[in-house]
């Protein structure tokens, strides 16, 4: 008998990802189309179902090998009926995903947000693998985070657990942060958070910097500007740095007192600096971690890269859908 497979789809602002994978979590095919948000996104649906219909005709396969389609996208989730409460990017508003994905696939759709997917793909068969009890947080354009406990994702009362981006790190005068409230960690730990850091630091101090050699040149800086001037030593950079993995040390720790996990994965693209990250956000986190706590937890960078989603999703099918069947 031929081994059914599983979809996962991650939607982004600019692209969606999609993968077909097997029971085992491995990635059969993957590929990705951009996101049409013309008129209010109302057309992403019907992309994602053309596209997997014709990914089945290209690979010459039965749509009857499909278990049925696992879907992550920015904003909360309405549990209840898989709807998108609000993704602005996206232009959504209430947006009832899981009912016309269906209707345009034929196939059972579940849905969750695109950082709790990421994490149950570290779950499963990335950097989290074989811990229960594990925080995602992912350094990207924002900052978004999942938190796993029993192997099983939180997602709160009204779907909004998880938002680590939104815990408040500066609490007086802190930077507006798009979620209409100030001072989030999202607007210090997130490369833009950093850049915008790094700018603010450049006026505050008055020491030579390869930093300010670029911006003055470029006016613009990047989060991996600031990581690489670090490593070689730049006193402002490091600086920077160290005011970064403060907040996100800070609130890390005061998330695991709470929860007690035994992995916290670092993902997005803030995370491909490595050690330069993650040896310095050690330290602060263990000074601010219950010692207990800060014992049974490892600190690790995610492994699976912009394949967590689809991976994530496809899991989702596996517990949700197979198990009923």
């Known amino acids: 008998m031929d081994e059914k497979w599983l979809v996962g789809v991650d939607i982004g602002g600019t692209t969606i990802k999609m993968a ?28 994602i179902a053309k596209s997997i219909d014709q990914k089945l005709e290209e690979i010459n396969q039965p ?42 696939t034929g196939l ?46 939180v997602h709160g009362i009204n779907g909004a657990g998880g938002e680590i981006g939104h815990i408040i790190a500066v609490p007086k ?49 990047t989060s991996k500007l600031v990581f690489d001037a670090a490593s070689e030593g730049d006193e402002l950079a490091k600086n920077v740095l160290q005011q970064v993995t403060e907040h996100l040390g800070l609130a890390l720790a005061n998330l695991a007192n709470g929860l007690n996990p035994e992995k916290i994965v670092i993902g997005g693209g803030v995370s491909k600096a490595g050690d330069a990250l993650l040896i310095p956000l050690k330290e602060e986190f263990t000074l601010y971690a219950f010692p207990r706590v800060a014992q049974g937890v490892e600190l690790v960078i995610a492994a699976l890269g912009n394949n967590a989603g689809v991976i994530g999703g496809s899991w989702l099918v596996k517990e949700r859908l197979l198990k009923k069947a």
Request: aromatic residues 4%; charged residues 20%.
């Open 173 to 221: 005068n802190g930077s507006p942060c798009n979620c209409g409230k100030s001072g989030c960690l999202e607007t210090i730990a997130s490369a833009t958070g950093i850049v915008r850091l790094a700018i603010a630091t450049l006026s505050s101090m008055n020491c030579n910097s390869k930093l300010r050699e670029y911006f003055e040149e470029h006016q613009t800086l």
């Open 20 to 47: 077909v994978v097997n029971l085992h979590g491995d990635i059969l095919y993957s590929w990705e189309i951009s996101t049409d948000i013309r008129d209010k996104g109302q057309y992403i649906p019907l992309t």
């Open 63 to 104: 749509k009857k090998r499909l278990i049925g389609i696992g879907i992550g996208a920015p904003g909360p989730v309405n549990m209840m009926d898989g709807s998108i409460e609000m993704a602005v990017n996206l232009g959504w508003d209430h947006f009832p995903l899981k009912e016309i994905l269906e209707r345009e």
């Open 108 to 153: 059972p759709v579940v849905v969750d947000n695109d950082a709790n997917i990421a994490a149950i793909g570290e779950m499963w068969t990335g950097a989290g693998k074989g811990a229960k009890h594990l925080i995602c947080v992912t350094l990207g354009t924002g900052v978004g985070g999942g938190i796993i406990i029993n192997g099983e994702i």
